[in-house]
Antibody, heavy 120, light 110 residues
Framework: VRLSESGGGLEQPGGSLRLSCAAS????????MNWVRQAPGKGLEWVSG????????YYADSVRGRFTISRDTSKSTVYLQMNSLRAEDTAVYYC??????????????WGQGTTVIVSS | QSVLTQPPSASETPGQRVTISCSGS????????VNWFQQLPGMAPQLLIY???QRPSGVPDRFSGSKSGTSASLAISGLQSEDEADYYC???????????FGGGTKLTVL
């Protein structure tokens, strides 16, 4: 099982970015997926999760209303659309899967991360 | 400030045993199971313990987890230099409707 994130980069405050996470080696629709971030020198912060079927989504209070998680089973890819970016969104963003179709926060496989920098 | 509370650092000599605590509340640890993650320097996190006490395949039995009430602990016995890493606890929080992490504990093997 492999997760590969992309889409990070430098963006101005108020701007938008879309992160992607391509999964391989698994039946994608069977697993919930999460985004977890780590600001420079800081700890882990769960950002968002989506169920295996895509019918349930969850967000941290810090991003609710600004970020949207979605998934495309045909591409085995999960996305994180990030709008109204703030300096405090600067972090490495990891994609991580749950062991079944429910979002549990028991992430058993992680990607290597993609870096988002929000700065003018 | 993290929802779950961990000591920021811990240290012990090789071969010894160290314990890392994780304190929460009825909304998270008191009601739901605890998972532990290990993050080696410069690497992505990896699952170390799930459902309070279970080890994924490949994790040595030197690592063990426990839970009592609204607190949990990670114990590492027979410490090795390669255990030097950041350790995070996590649990689902019923009030926040999502998983929450501890602030992390940096383990130094002296």
């Amino acid at each position: 099982v492999r997760l590969s994130e992309s889409g990070g980069g430098l963006e101005q405050p108020g701007g938008s970015l879309r992160l992607s996470c391509a999964a391989s080696g698994l039946t994608f629709s069977m697993y919930a997926m999460n985004w977890v971030r780590q600001a420079p020198g800081k700890g882990l912060e769960w950002v968002s999760g989506i169920s295996g079927s895509g019918d349930r989504t969850y967000y941290a209070d810090s991003v609710r209303g600004r970020f949207t998680i979605s998934r495309d089973t045909s591409k085995s890819t999960v996305y994180l659309q990030m709008n109204s970016l703030r300096a405090e969104d600067t972090a490495v963003y990891y994609c991580a899967k749950d062991p079944d179709s429910m979002v549990r926060g028991r992430m058993d496989v992680w990607g290597q991360g993609t870096t988002v920098i929000v700065s003018s | 400030q993290s929802v779950l509370t961990q000591p920021p650092s811990a240290s012990e000599t090789p071969g010894q045993r160290v314990t890392i605590s994780c304190s929460g509340s009825d909304a998270n640890i008191g009601t739901n199971t605890v998972n532990w993650f290990q993050q080696l320097p410069g690497m992505a996190p990896q699952l170390l313990i799930y459902r309070n006490t279970q080890r994924p395949s490949g994790v040595p039995d030197r690592f063990s987890g426990s839970k009592s009430g609204t607190s949990a602990s990670l114990a590492i016995s027979g410490l090795q230099s390669e255990d030097e890493a950041d350790y995070y606890c996590a649990a689902w929080d019923d009030s926040l409707n999502g998983p929450v992490f501890g602030g992390g504990t940096k383990l130094t093997v002296l």
